[in-house]
C-alpha cells in the first residue's frame, strides 16, 4: 500500500516521524514559511501548499482558506486540464496532430488559416491572438463560450502559422472547440467525464460544477490582469469574481479545483498509469514540439526548465495562472509542487508563489544529488 502523509497547519511540529524526516524539513516548511508570511501580512488572502515526492504528500492551508481542500480559480492551468479532454479523443483515434483545424472547423479558412493544424493551435504557434480585440466588451456583456468560438474563428492571425510563438488563448479556444464538434458533448461535461472524474478530482469543476460560489477561493481582483477587469469597479458583472465568469467555464482559464486535485493531475502525466489518456499519450502531451528557436511547450502544458522553479531539470512540466496559481512536476527528482494563492500574478513580483515553489525545487534537486 501506498503512504501518504498529509500534514496540515499545526501538524508538522508534532509528527517527528521518519517519513516527515524524508522531507529533511527544509524544503517544505521554507516554502510554507513564505505563505504564512504572505497571508499573516495580508499580502496575500488566502492560499495552499502542496508538495509530492514519491509517495509523500503534504498539505498545508494560510489565511482565509479553511482547508487544503479550498477551490481557487486556476488561470491558465486550466489549459493543461481541457486539453487533455481533447486528447482523450485523440486516443481513440478520431483525430491527428497534424490534421488542419479547418477539417473539423469548417468556418475556420481563408487569410492564412486553412493550414493551421491541431498542433499548432496546442503549442501556441497558430498565430492567434491570446484574447480577442473585444475580450472586456464580450465579458461584460456575459457572452457565452460559443460567442467567443465564433469570434475567434474570424479574428484576423497577427503572423503567418509556425513562424513565431505567442501565447494564445483563443488557440486553446478552438483546440478544445474541437474535441466538441468531434464528441458532440459540452466540453465543460467532456471535462468532468473524462478528466476530473477518472482521477478522482473531487474537489474540482469545470466552470462552477455543483459547487456553491461561497465555496469557491475569492481572487484579490484589484490587482488583476488587465482582461479581467484589472479591479475596475465597473467590472464586477464580469471579474474573475462574479458569477458570470466563475460559471463560465472558460477552457482557457475557468476550471476550479484545489491544490491536491492539481497534483492528482499532475501525478497522471508523471506516473504515466492511464487513468485519463494513454500512457504513451502522457508522454507526448509533456515533451517540446516546436522548433529550435521557439519557446518550448508541450500539448497545453509548458515545457522544460522554465515550466518549474530555480533548479527544476529539462524534464519539468506544468503551468501557471494569472489568477496566482502555479503548478509543476519533474520527473528528475519525482516532485510535484502546487501553489495557489488568492493573490494574482502580475500584482508583485517576485509573488509569493515563486518564492515558496523555488524552496521546493531547491530542497528537491539538493536530495536528488
Known amino acids: 500500500m501506498r503512504r501518504r502523509l498529509f500534514l496540515q497547519t499545526g501538524l508538522v511540529a508534532t509528527l517527528g516521524t521518519p517519513l516527515l524526516a524524508a522531507w529533511d524539513d527544509k524544503g517544505f516548511e521554507g516554502a510554507a514559511q513564505i505563505l504564512q508570511r504572505a497571508t ?8 495552499v501548499l502542496h508538495v509530492q515526492r514519491k509517495d509523500i504528500h503534504a498539505s498545508r492551508h494560510f489565511g482565509q482558506s479553511q482547508s487544503k481542500d479550498a477551490m ?41 488559416r486553412d493550414d493551421i493544424t491541431i498542433l499548432q493551435l496546442l503549442t501556441h504557434v497558430s498565430g492567434l491572438p491570446d484574447q480577442l480585440p473585444n475580450n472586456n466588451a464580450l465579458r461584460a456583456a456575459h457572452a457565452p463560450q460559443s460567442e467567443f468560438v465564433k469570434q475567434a474563428l474570424r479574428t484576423p492571425l497577427l503572423f503567418a502559422p509556425g513562424t513565431r510563438y505567442q501565447y494564445s488563448s483563443m488557440a486553446i479556444l478552438l483546440a478544445t472547440h474541437i474535441a466538441e464538434r468531434i464528441s ?23 466552470g ?6 461561497e465555496q469557491l477561493t475569492p481572487v484579490q481582483t484589484e490587482r488583476a490582469a488587465v482582461e479581467s477587469g484589472a479591479g475596475d469597479p465597473g467590472a464586477k458583472n464580469w471579474d474573475w469574481n462574479s458569477p458570470y465568469w466563475r460559471g463560465l467555464g472558460a477552457t482557457w482559464g475557468g476550471v476550479h479545483a484545489s491544490a491536491p486535485d492539481v497534483a492528482r493531475f499532475l501525478h497522471e502525466f508523471l506516473s504515466c498509469q492511464g487513468q485519463a489518456v494513454k500512457p504513451e499519450t502522457a508522454r ?58 488568492s493573490l494574482p500574478g502580475r500584482a508583485v513580483q517576485p509573488h509569493p508563489r515563486e518564492l515558496a515553489a523555488a524552496k521546493i525545487a531547491e530542497h528537491a534537486a539538493t536530495r536528488a544529488e
Open 184 to 206: 458532440g458533448v459540452p466540453i465543460l461535461e467532456l471535462v468532468d467525464r473524462t478528466v476530473l472524474q477518472p482521477l478522482g478530482m473531487k474537489h474540482s469543476a469545470a
Open 40 to 47: 499573516e501580512s495580508g499580502q496575500v488572502h488566502a492560499a
Open 284 to 341: 507526448l502531451m509533456t515533451r517540446n514540439h516546436n522548433p529550435s528557436g521557439l519557446t518550448p511547450r508541450g500539448l497545453g502544458f509548458n515545457v522544460g526548465k522554465l515550466a518549474g522553479s530555480p533548479g527544476c531539470s529539462e524534464r519539468t512540466f506544468g503551468h501557471t495562472g494569472s489568477t496566482g496559481t502555479l503548478c509543476w512536476a519533474d520527473p528528475a527528482t519525482e516532485t510535484i509542487c502546487v501553489v495557489l494563492t
Open 208 to 213: 462552477r460544477g455543483h459547487f456553491q460560489l
Open 72 to 112: 481557487f480559480l486556476l488561470g491558465s492551468i486550466s489549459k493543461p486540464i481541457c486539453v487533455t479532454a481533447l486528447m482523450r479523443l485523440y486516443d481513440q483515434g478520431e483525430f491527428q496532430l497534424t490534421d488542419r483545424a479547418r477539417r473539423y472547423l469548417p468556418e475556420f479558412t481563408g487569410s492564412g
